[in-house]
């Protein structure tokens, strides 16, 4: 009998902090799918966490608890196939420390991953933009933040992690005014600011008055917005924006809207995918597919282009030289 503790304890502070330089999300993504792993089997088995072995973590186990994760928890197939990918990496660093239970590990990591139905990506119109940035109560101090924070986001197209982590210093104004962030992979950008952005930015970071090292976007009591806190705005003030533009009232506003909002903006000016790529921090071009089979109107430009089903092929030639002489009068 092998117990995973040490394994599990030597996977986050060596594997994953040391060896992989993991970032603190990636590591507290993978302790919560830990936590929900080993809580399932502690209900299913009785045994604590401290006392199981690899044994009790084989693949119908695993299974087991996917299916939980979908059918009791009610997560997504996306949800599942990230905690997947957290387990599989887990059992690939405990093949090398545990050769015994190799015929084990290799059917939990044979364990594939659910094909889900991929939606086509919503995102706001210019009148649903307008709509959306003047929700806010521009005589609440919450109000002036939001509306900074959702006007960066539809410019700039940041993740909310990553708009949640922005510190004041981050923020550069004046010639080549941006913003600075720290992406997935630890990779950084500089994303360009337009002038209105700017101009909303200049005052409220005027009034907002942090020290470099400070939050950009803070609550009340200066502590940093959650993620949770900025899905809530940017959900209530969607719905107060839906009272003046119907259009949004079918429409589930999150954060990541913005985000789509920004690449569609892009892509309809005209902008290369390459560089959309680069602009939203994407690990290659083939991310930005999703926004070419949103845009309808590349598909109705491209429709105008095409002959229409109904013309016979082949160039029209008149059947007699009396019609021939009427047709080139």
Known sequence: MTLIAPTLQ?????RLAQQRQASPRTIAAYRDTMRLLLGFVHRT???????????????????KFLNHLEDERN?????????LTAIRSLFSYAALRHPEHALLIQRVL???PKRFDKRVVTYLTPPEIDAL??????????????RALMLLAIQTGLRVSELTSLNCADVTLGVGANVRCEGKGRKQRAVPLTRPVEALLRPWLAERAGAP???????????RLSRDAVALRISTHAATAALRCPTLRGKQIHPHVLRH????????????????????GHAGVRSTDAYLHADISIKEKALALTTPASARPGRYRPTDKVLAFLESL
């Open 110 to 112: 044979a364990i594939p």
């Open 45 to 63: 088995t009785g045994r604590p966490p401290s006392q199981l072995d690899w044994d009790d973590l084989d693949a119908a186990m695993i299974s």
């Open 10 to 14: 030597m996977f986050f502070t060596d």
């Open 75 to 83: 997560n997504s197939v996306r949800t599942r196939n990230v905690r």
């Open 213 to 223: 090292d400070q939050p950009l976007f803070p609550t009340r009591t200066g502590r």
């Open 261 to 280: 909002t920004c690449a569609m903006t892009l892509l309809q000016a005209g902008v290369d995918t390459s560089v959309i790529a680069l602009w939203l």
């Open 133 to 146: 940035i003047a929700a806010p109560d521009q005589t609440r101090w919450e109000g002036r933040r939001d």
